[in-house]
């Protein structure tokens, strides 16, 4: 049977099912494969009044600015530390939180405990940046309570490159951290219950059940999440970042992200820009299938 036949047939039977996906794959068509064409830019002299087309290719050397640039180290060291608190911390909670509310035996306080922790998320994190503001500036709530019951000195602790990464992960555990137990309940819900059973004849107590069968259920998910988490090792979040740094807290708070924003957007410098851009995506495409070809071999859960 023909290629072509089968083809026109499966379209005809399925024609419901391809109209449903037909608007996702125009919109990664149109907003994330169309964009592509203009890579091109990172190795051009662009200018708007020139065009893409007619700008002058200069090869690496936006590439070789960036890298001999005075930010280059500082930039990426901010970047991966950023990234390896957020998988240390912000990754593990929601998994350290599945097991805790597993745990719970009263299902109204179970409920209680999810929807609190699940509402920071749709909180918009303009607002959480407004609360962070508010609540650490000088004359703001925290420093209040400091000052006027232990006694402490009053700091602006916005200002403070020393605490930005502890006040971006903290946030970022206290917003994200219900929204991503729910992941992991799923995957818990689905372990069979007769195991749970045949630990309890043998003895093992509720800590045991839960190393021993609980965390082994739930690690094909966990991996799958840890590789995607890899994959975007380089890519913080960006607009967060921009609303709560400022030129004090530089030396901690610069990353990637932030200094494409500044070159492109602010001074644009729109090929310096593009060329970092394309850096920072072509390290974090590596790392996704040098974590997914590792989960291979040593797990054989991989993501293809």
Known sequence: ????????????????VYLMVLPVVLYYFIFHYGPMYGIQIAFKDYSPGTGMLHSPWVGFKYFNEFFQSF?????????LLLSFYELLFQFTSPILLAFLLNELRSALFKRIVQTVAYLPYFISVVVVVGFIVDFLARDGLINQVLSSLFGMEKVAYLSKPEWFRTLFIGSGIWQNVGWGTIIYLAAIATIDPSLYEAAKV???????QSIHITLPGIMPTVIILLILQIGSLMSVNTDKILL??????YETA?????????????????SYSAAIGLFNSVINFLLLIFANALSKRVTETKLW
């Open 1 to 16: 049977m023909k290629f072509s036949y089968r083809l026109k047939r499966d379209l005809k039977m399925n024609r419901y």
């Open 71 to 79: 930010y280059f180290w500082r930039l990426i060291r901010n970047t």
């Open 254 to 270: 610069d990353v990637i992200g932030t200094y494409v924003y500044r070159k492109g957007i602010l001074e644009a410098n729109f």
């Open 202 to 208: 043998d003895g093992a107590n509720r800590f045991k």
């Open 244 to 249: 709560m740094y400022n030129t004090a807290t």
